[in-house]
């Protein structure tokens, strides 16, 4: 893929990520120098693209950041189930990429883009890399917490 | 009217094409069916489907059997170290089960399939659907694997 079309599709995924925060969580997350998620225990979300645009977004942070995502999602109520806060962060990035696809297929016309059903894993030490995509890698820090989305595209 | 479709046939199919073809001798154990939230192997490999199915297939690898299949698909007849060339082979493998199974199903449209990410950690959890998910074990040599799979 071209450096260009790369950046133009990062940047797109960014601006999908920074807008759906500021809707939905009411939460401005700006972009911050690397960090290393300290949290032993980190949630991961990962979503496909496919048709004309190949690749996939990864958000990550650690179980607290998601769990206070997900309960401002859920206006504030406590869950009856502790794993609901999988299946919010699954919409949550969801409309990321819903919105990041929306982005990409006005700025490049022609061609649907598909999203992926989302998957989430969590665990200590997680490790994730998509062979041979180029990706890159937004730090963002926000009152919720902090953020990272790996963004890779071929 | 709606007609449902299961990955568990053409998965085991795609097994039994291209494991030994890659030396590995393996067997079918069962298929379950899972919560939405379950316990993930240490080494797990995930490709999503679109167009004509809507899901997800993970590949969960104990570490001895991520080797073994590395070993297989580069012809070595051991390998010690998941490095860079190991986590590629791992991931065209993953392409080649899942293209190989939907190739199989009975669906007038193409299914996409997107990039192979693999996931490694201790204590993983995943979760591939909002709905319960189903997995196929299997016995490989003297380890063991897993296919779960969720069409949605």
């Known amino acids: 893929m071209q450096q260009e079309k790369f950046s133009e599709l990062v940047m797109l995924t960014r601006k999908a990520f920074e807008e759906i925060c500021m809707e939905l969580v009411s939460c401005e997350f700006s972009p911050c120098e690397r960090f290393i998620l300290e949290y032993p225990y980190k949630t991961a979300v990962i979503i496909g693209m496919t048709g004309s645009v190949n690749g996939r977004i990864h958000l990550e942070c650690d179980l607290e950041t998601a769990a206070k995502i997900a309960l401002t999602m859920n206006f504030g109520e406590r869950f009856d189930n502790p794993n609901d806060v999988y299946a919010y962060m699954a919409e949550f990035a969801n409309m990321i990429g819903g919105r990041a696809t929306t982005y990409m297929s006005e700025k490049f016309l022609g061609g649907e883009i598909r999203l992926t059903p989302p998957a989430i894993f969590s665990g200590k030490s997680l490790g994730i890399l998509t062979p041979n995509i180029p990706s890159q890698i937004v730090y963002y820090s926000g009152n919720l917490g902090r953020f990272f989305i790996d963004i890779g595209y071929k | ?152």
């Open chain 2, 1 to 152: 009217m709606t007609t449902e479709i299961s990955l568990k046939e053409p998965l085991i199919q795609a097994c039994s094409e291209l494991l030994p073809k890659f030396g590995l001798k393996y067997s079918f154990v069962e298929e379950i069916s899972e919560k939405t939230l379950n316990s993930a192997e240490s080494i797990n490999l995930l490709v999503g489907l679109n167009h004509g199915i809507q899901g997800n297939i993970i590949l969960g690898l104990t570490s001895q059997a991520a080797l073994r299949i590395v070993a297989g698909i580069i012809g070595e007849d051991e390998v010690f170290t998941l490095d860079n060339q190991g986590r590629n082979a791992l991931s065209d493998f993953m392409t080649m089960i899942a293209r190989k199974a939907v190739s199989k199903l009975e669906i007038s449209t193409a299914v996409d399939i997107s990039p192979p990410t693999l996931i490694t950690g201790d204590t993983v959890f995943s979760m591939i659907s909002k709905i319960p998910s189903q997995k196929l074990s299997f016995n490989l040599e003297n380890t063991t694997f897993s296919i779960s799979y969720c069409i949605e």
